[in-house]
Structure formats: C-alpha cells, structure tokens
C-alpha cells in the first residue's frame, strides 16, 4: 500500500509506510518542553510560558495572513516612544504578547518595543520571571508581504523585595530563555534554554507546533554577509573596510561573499542561522550606536546565536556582556559565524591600536614642546 503522487506528468509511489511515519513521528512543542528542560519549577513554569507565547504567536500568525483581507494592514495612526509609525498589525501583536504573559501567572514584568515605560503584572497574578519582546519585528515590511517576526527574552527576577525598572536592565548573559517566531512560508518558533537551538515549524491542520530542526548549529564560517549598505558612506572606518575585504577578497581563488538583506531583522537572522554567515547593523555618523534596541531585539537573538555556536559582538564587546542603561537603549550589532564575526571585531581592534598610538604620539609630541 502506497500513496501516488504526479509531478510533471509523472507518477511516483511513495510507501505508505514512509508517509505514516512523517505523519505520527511527530514531537510538539509541549512534549520537547516537558523533556527538555529540568526537573522541578523550571520546567513548569517554562512550560507554561511557552505555552502562552505559543498562543500570542498563533494569534499573530492569523492576524498576519489574514491581514489584507481584514483591513489589517497600514498604519494606526499613532507614533510610539521612538517616534516610529505604529502599523495596525504592531498594535495586534502586541497586545497578544500582553495578554498571554499576563495570563500565563509566570511572569512579574515586561518590557516591550511599544510601550514607553515597562508593563507590571498585578501582584495577585505576578510571577517570578520578567519578559522583554519585540511584539512584531520588521513591520515595515507588513504591507509588502515579506516575512517579519516576533522576537522575546526571558529572564529572572533579582530577588528584590519591590519590582523597579532597575530589574529589568540586566545583561543578556542572565537569560533563561530566548527565541523568536518567523511570519513566512511557513510559521516558525525558534528557541533556546540555554542547550542547543530549536526549531517548530506551526502544522495548521493540528494547531500545534511541530519540532522540523532539532538541535541547530550555526556554520563556524558562512559566504553571505546581511547590511543595509545603502549606509554605507555614513560607516566607520573598521565597518567599510571588513566589508570590502569580503566583497573583494585577495586571492585568485578566494570566492567574494554574497550580499542577502530583507530589512526584517527576524528574518535576516534566521536565514544567517541556517546558512552561516554574518548579520550587521552598524553604528555610524548619524547614528553612533544603530538602531536596534538591546533588551528585546540584540539581547534575546545574541543569546540564541550563541547557544546555536555563533558569535554576536557590538564591534569590541561580547554582546551578552553589555549591561543596558536604559530599557531602550540601541547597540550596534554583528552576529553569525564565529570566524565571520571575529573577523570584524578585528578589523575594530585594530583601528582601536591605531587610534590609541595616534593619541600617544600626541600626548608625546605635546610634552616635547
């Protein structure tokens, strides 16, 4: 017994064997979180999480595709704390992400992308983790239909007897947890808890997210770099010379990389994830330290791209090792494969010797008069 299938006007038979495999050899998110994770309150409570942002990310699935259909797309009409249009669909996934931590009873506090101060549970339903989260990544790109995604961050809490905003600048190397969703072909969760990355591909027909890549590791040195090089006159030094020493490598041999940018940072980071390589979004002249946001964009994705076997730095620093200031402080960016990444932070260590020589023949020459 079989199934046949036609393509191209031919026939082909697969064993129905085969078939039912795929079919019922299937592991879920909830079964890989409750064998996954440690024994004890760690489990639960991470299982329940992921429980809720499963749920906000089903309802922003549906609220993506069904979009032009319900006149989801355009914009609210209003600006948020970064003086950014705020699309329709923002206002949805946000929500979502809200609604669903504060139902899951795990979590004390939150900070997100939309909100200008952080977002308190009530003490009667407040847990013991707080949740940073980019509730729609990307959405500048919603009307033209390219893929965008959700970006979240959980940590502990300090221990402190009242909950401030001081709880929630912490460097991103206190994570528990981290992940995204991905608004595509198909919808996926890709997550980590600090062992190993995985990947959920959403099977529509069960309602369920489905594991489709077990255990992702990131290629120690890929041939595609992702930027906006459209910045490219407003760089520093260091940036503009990493990127034309890959665009024009020495070496008859030496193969140039391959430039891929969509403008949706999810969906940049994830495809550097599975093919190897190096995502950046540099400071420059206009704006020194970028524009992504550490606690729910560079933090929670840092965090996975190491734990997939990445690297992610801010030019010269670890970037799990900055410590924010502020809840919606920017950083400069550079993350992917290992030898990709150090190889700009060495282009940036390298003007740093340079420049300080520069200042100490200075200094030199002053005392000298």
Not at 159 to 176: A, F, I, K, S
Not at 250 to 261: A, H, I, Q, T
Not at 322 to 335: K, L, S
Request: glycine residues 8%; negative net charge.
């Amino acid at each position: 017994r079989g199934f046949f299938f036609i393509f191209q006007q031919k026939c082909v038979w697969t064993p129905s064997s085969i078939m039912t495999s795929s079919l019922t050899n299937i592991k879920t998110l909830t079964h890989f979180l409750l064998s996954h994770t440690p024994k004890g309150k760690l489990q639960s409570d991470l299982a329940i999480l992921f429980g809720e942002i499963q749920l906000a990310i089903k309802v922003i699935a549906n609220a993506v595709r069904r979009a032009a259909l319900e006149n989801l797309l355009g914009l609210a009409g209003v600006q948020n704390i970064h003086t950014e249009d705020v699309k329709k669909l923002d206002l949805i996934a946000n929500d979502a992400f809200i609604a669903a931590l504060k139902n899951s009873g795990r979590v004390c506090l939150m900070c997100s992308e939309e909100e200008a101060k952080p977002v308190y549970v009530e003490e009667e339903n407040a847990g013991d983790y707080i949740v940073t989260f980019d509730p729609l990544d990307g959405s500048s790109n919603i009307d033209a239909n390219v893929s965008i995604g959700s970006i979240f961050g959980i940590y502990p809490t300090l221990g402190r007897d009242q909950l401030t905003e001081e709880d929630l600048l912490q460097p991103g190397r206190n994570m528990v947890a981290s992940g995204y969703a991905l608004y595509g072909a198909a919808t996926m969760l890709v997550l980590t808890m600090g062992e190993g990355v995985f990947g959920f591909t959403l099977d529509n027909s069960l309602g369920e997210f489905v594991l489709t890549h077990p255990d992702i590791v990131l290629k120690p040195k890929g041939s595609i770099y992702s930027v906006n090089e459209g910045n490219s006159k407003f760089w520093d030094e260091p940036v503009r010379d990493y990127v034309d020493s890959i665009k024009n490598p020495k070496g008859e041999n030496v193969k140039p990389y391959s430039l891929r940018y969509i403008g949706s940072m999810v969906s940049d980071v994830h495809r550097t994830l599975l093919y190897g390589g190096i995502f950046m979004y540099p400071g420059d002249s206009r704006a020194v330290n970028g524009k992504l946001r550490y606690l729910y964009e560079v933090g929670p994705l840092s965090f996975l791209i190491e734990q997939a076997g990445g690297k992610s730095i801010n030019g010269l620093e670890i970037a799990l090792d900055v410590v924010p200031t502020e809840i919606h402080m920017r950083i400069p960016c550079f993350m992917g494969s290992t030898e990709d990444v150090n190889c700009v932070q060495e282009f940036f260590q390298n003007a740093q010797r340079n420049n300080n020589n520069n200042n100490n023949n200075h200094k030199n020459q002053k005392s000298l008069l």
